[in-house]
Every structure is written in C-alpha cells, then in structure tokens.
C-alpha cells in the first residue's frame, strides 16, 4: 500500500522505537506517513527532564521523518490519575484528523502509564462514521513479555534483520533511558528480544505485533 498513514501511539518516548521501529524504518523507506502519538514526557524522575526528553523524542522524528505530539507535559508515572476522558478525547482528535491506514496501541504492561493509555487508546478505536483503518494492532513492551498473561489477537511478525542495527541505533537516540543489563532497555535488550522473535517465525529477528482488527 502505497503513501500509507501510519500512527503509533506510546505512553513514554522510548517505547514506539522499541516496539515498532523496525516495521517504521522499513515504511518511511518506502514512503509512509509517519505519525507518533507520546502519553506523557517528563516527570520527577532526574532522567525525565522535560527538556531533554524533548530534544530525544524530536530526534527520533527526524530521523524517521515522522510528526511527533505530546498528550501531557510532566505526567511521567502519573498517567493513571488522568480522567480517562481526557485522554480518550485527544487521541479522538488526533485519529479523526489523521485518519490513519494503521494503528499500532502499547500493550498493557504492569506499569500505570502503559496500562491507561492502553485503555484509553482502544476506547479510541470505536467504529467511526466514514472511515476505519485497516489495521489496528498491539506493539510489545520488553518489561511485559512474561507479566501480563495471553494477549488477545492473531500474531503478526515483521522482519526486521536488515535494520536490525539500524533499529538499535534508534533506540540509542534516547540516551536518558539506556540502562545496564539485565534491564532489557539497552543494545543488548533489543537484540535478544528481536531474536527470540525471530526464531518464532524463522527469521534471524523480528518484531511481533497482535492483530485486533485487520482488513485485506
């Protein structure tokens, strides 16, 4: 499909380039509308200085040649004290502006943020008057892979081997959230994820999604 829209939508700027970048580098190449969607940046946490968290969030746009929005400024572990409304309303604004072709939503993890803005984010993906995208699936967290019980949805695996580094690259523009191992948010983290998914569909790595609507 050719010039398609594609929205991500994250609670935190880290976790779309964990969980989709991959499939985002390979559909910028190929000429996609790139749209990502943050819940919260900043907080009190000193590695969540807004300003900094900024300035990596914006790199990672440029280097994707995506459009970038901040639902809330500071919220960062905060999100769940947010009413759901509010929330639901401005990704409301943003899809039915947008109007993507795809939708990729964080799935729950245990953490407030994560679990919020995936509430409020389905809640978003009501039947609208005119228009449907023909994609809406789940991303992966790393922290959630053994945490959260079965996910619903069909699988759905992209290849990611020949941006494989390309994707760590990526991820390595947030310099603030790196962390030592065995923290999987670091080089090594990315690459052992993306290689487990690789051996499920026999690739060398791979990325893995959970359709929840999908239409051919």
């Not at 969540?48 to 994707?64: G, I, K, P, S, T």
């Amino acid at each position: 499909m050719e010039n398609k829209k594609i929205l991500v939508i994250a609670p935190h700027a880290d976790d779309e380039v964990l969980g989709v970048g991959g499939y985002l580098l390979h559909e910028k190449a190929r000429g996609a509308e790139i749209m990502l969607v943050i819940g919260t940046i900043g907080g009190t946490d000193i590695r969540q200085d807004y300003d900094v968290r900024m300035a990596e969030f914006n790199a990672v746009c440029e280097r994707l040649g995506a459009r970038g929005e901040v639902l809330f400024k500071n919220m960062d572990t905060l999100m769940d004290t947010l009413p759901a409304f509010e929330i639901t309303s401005r990704l409301d604004r943003i899809v039915d502006s947008f109007r993507p072709d795809e939708i990729f939503i964080n799935y729950r993890s245990l953490h407030q943020d994560h679990i919020k803005l995936y509430e409020c984010a389905l809640a978003s993906m009501r039947l609208r008057e005119g228009y449907s995208p023909r994609l809406v699936a789940l991303y992966e967290y790393p922290f959630a892979t053994t945490q959260v019980g079965p996910i619903g949805g069909g699988y759905m695996y992209h290849d990611i081997t020949d941006c494989i580094e390309e994707k760590v690259a990526l991820f390595e523009l947030y310099a603030t959230q790196i962390r030592s191992t065995p923290s999987p948010l670091n080089r090594e983290g990315v690459l052992a994820l993306a290689r487990i998914r690789g051996v499920e569909c026999g690739r060398e790595y791979a990325e893995k999604f959970y359709v929840q609507k999908m239409m051919l």
